[in-house]
Structures are given as C-alpha cells and as structure tokens.
C-alpha cells in the first residue's frame, strides 16, 4: 500500500531546499507505486480467469458427447469432448459430410437426424487445428 502522507513529506521537503532528499524519497514512492500497479494487474487478470471459468461452468452443456455453449438464447457448438476432458480447451467441430470432426485431435463424431454428435470411427483424415479457447492457463 502507498503511504500517502510520504507526498506531503516529499512537498515539504522541497519547500525547505532539501531537494535531493525529496527526490529520494519520491524514487522510494514511485517504485512502491509500481509495485502496486503491478499486482494490481496481476489481480485483474485473474479475477478475469475466474470470472470465465465460472461463466462457463454455468453456460457449458454436455449432451452425452459433445460440449454445447449457451450464449444467451444461442447454443454454440457442438465443441469437441476429448479436447475439452484432456486439455480443458473448446475446439469447434467441423462439418465433414454426414459427420463432424475435430480439427485439433482428429476424432470423428458421427450426427444423429437432431444434429446431436455421437463417436464414430476415423477415418485418419486430418486438418489444420481450428480456433481453440483456453479454459486453463
């Protein structure tokens, strides 16, 4: 924490002619000021990784193989459930004929007629990762 009263000592300082003295002391105030500043960074950042994780443990829905995410009235998704258990990361599934497949891990899911995503075999097919959303850090 800053000791402000050490400001008015720094003006007083100043005022007598002790200005070398009142320098050191405003050096002394400044690195405390940026240690502040620095923590208090720290802490927003956190508080930010908290604040999304807990959005998602209240918007994430899994549906017996998928992850889905609820936005609103909008249900984002279908997301990728090996990428999701191990890595803790929401990797879209991408549309592959009558199937969706992951583009980071590979896995095939195979879609039932309401569009639900369910395991099926791969067929070795990869492609390029797509857009991952890191839960963890």
């Known amino acids: 924490m800053l000791d402000y009263y050490r400001f008015k000592e720094v003006h007083d300082l100043f005022t007598k002619g ?11 105030l400044q690195e405390k000021y940026i240690e502040v500043h620095d923590e ?11 604040e999304d994780v807990l959005y998602l443990a209240k918007n994430l829905e899994y549906d017996g193989h998928s992850y889905w995410l609820k936005t609103g009235t909008i249900k984002q ?3 990728c459930q090996n990428c999701f258990d191990r890595d803790g990361l929401l990797i879209r599934l991408g549309e592959s004929g009558d199937k969706w497949r992951c583009l980071s891990c590979g896995v095939v899911y195979a879609r039932d007629e309401a569009g639900l995503a369910s395991p099926a075999r ?14 963890y850090k």
């Open 18 to 28: 002790k200005c070398d003295e009142a320098r050191k002391v405003l050096a002394e």
């Open 40 to 50: 208090n960074e720290m802490l927003r950042t956190q508080l930010q990784e908290f």
């Open 77 to 79: 998704g279908p997301f």
């Open 122 to 135: 791969d067929n070795g097919e990869r492609r390029e990762p797509g857009k991952v959303i890191h839960l």
